[in-house]
């Protein structure tokens, strides 16, 4: 249930596919917009909830073992 905050431009791992901007968390431009994105999480705590509350359905919806699993069955199969 935490909003993931990182940055839109360089490497990301997968966490990238998974983040709505302002929906589930934040993707920010440089280091100006990483402290902005804190410090507004911080200062607001009803919308750090809220991201942090939609960031855990969608992990709990579509992220879940279940679903990871059963994605590497399909594309063993497909294999």
Not at 43 to 58: C, E, I, V
């Amino acid at each position: 249930g935490v909003p993931v905050v990182t940055l839109r431009e360089g490497y990301h791992g997968p966490e990238l596919h998974n983040i709505e901007h302002e929906v589930n968390g934040l993707l920010v431009d440089g280091e100006q917009g990483l402290e902005d994105a804190l410090l507004k999480l911080c200062s607001d705590p009803s919308w750090a909830r809220q991201l942090g509350a939609a960031a855990y359905q969608h992990y709990a919806g579509k992220r879940s073992l279940e679903h990871m699993l059963a994605g590497f069955r399909r594309a063993i199969e497909l294999a």
